[in-house]
């Protein structure tokens, strides 16, 4: 059974920087075509925020966090991870890490198989 296990948020000053990481287990094989992260704030809809092809380490991002966060993976450790630089108060939100078994449009949910529980990520003014 696949599991996906997110790490790395807390609590952070605006301007400040928090890396999550998403450790990938449960599979054989251990090849994913696509993982990214989600992102979901209080009273609002699930957003994409950042993906990775896992062969070609192509990435794609939102335009929120474009310039700011960087997607990053480690093959050898089936991880994926999100450096989170110069934050805002409206980065605040549960972040979610999601693994696809097939490539499809990077930003939609639907391409997703996989979730993890989530990791809170709160920025103070």
């Known amino acids: 059974q696949v599991q996906l296990a997110e790490s790395g948020g807390g609590l952070v000053q605006a301007g400040g920087s928090l890396r999550l990481s998403c450790a990938a287990s449960?599979?054989?094989?251990?090849?994913?075509?696509?993982m990214g992260w989600f992102r979901q704030a209080p009273g609002k809809e699930r957003e994409f925020v950042a993906a990775?092809?896992?062969?070609?380490?192509?990435?794609y991002y939102s335009d929120s966090v474009k310039g700011r966060f960087t997607i990053s993976r480690d093959n050898a450790r089936n991880t994926v991870y999100l450096q989170m630089n110069s934050l805002k108060p409206e980065d605040t939100a549960v972040y979610y890490c999601?693994?696809?078994?097939?490539?499809?449009?990077?930003?939609?949910?639907?391409?997703?198989?996989?979730w993890g529980q989530g990791t809170q990520v709160a920025v103070s003014s």
């Open positions: 990775i092809l896992w062969r070609f380490g192509s990435t």
């Open positions: 999601a693994a696809a078994d097939y490539s499809g449009p990077y930003n939609s949910e639907r391409t997703y198989n996989y």
């Open positions: 449960g599979r054989t094989d251990s090849v994913y075509a696509m």
